[in-house]
């Protein structure tokens, strides 16, 4: 299975980006999807995930309301729309698959496969 990401860059703070992930090698409608970033020196920190029919999904406290996670199961991929970017948002962002029916995971050791990275930069 292997994710590729594409996206990101740098932003203005107040911007856009939007972020996908392509899953190929595996049934993307039986994954569980999230999005997670990090930054040097910390923990892969959850922002995302999305459920198998992309009905239910759920946010960190800090990107809610301005992020949105969305999949297109025919497209086999993930995509994460940022709004209202923060320079605290910069970080390597990474997409995550876990093969499972339950949308209960928000813990980056939880995952079982990864895309890239891709480098989201937003300036002040």
């Known amino acids: 299975v292997e994710l590729v990401q594409s996206g990101g860059g740098l932003v203005q703070a107040g911007g856009s980006l939007r972020l996908s992930c392509t899953i190929s090698g595996g049934t993307f409608a039986n994954y569980i999807m999230a999005w997670f970033r990090q930054v040097p020196g910390k923990e892969r920190e959850f922002v995302a995930r999305i459920d198998l029919s992309g009905t239910r999904t759920y946010y960190a406290d800090s990107v809610k309301g301005r992020f949105t996670i969305s999949r297109d199961n025919a497209n086999n991929t993930v995509y994460l729309q940022m709004n209202g970017l923060k320079p605290e948002d910069t970080a390597v962002y990474y997409c995550?698959?876990?093969?499972?029916?339950?949308?209960?995971?928000?813990?980056?050791?939880?995952?079982?496969?990864w895309g890239q990275g891709t480098q989201v930069t937003v300036s002040s």
């Open positions: 995550g698959g876990r093969h499972s029916s339950l949308a209960i995971y928000t813990r980056a050791s939880e995952y079982d496969h």
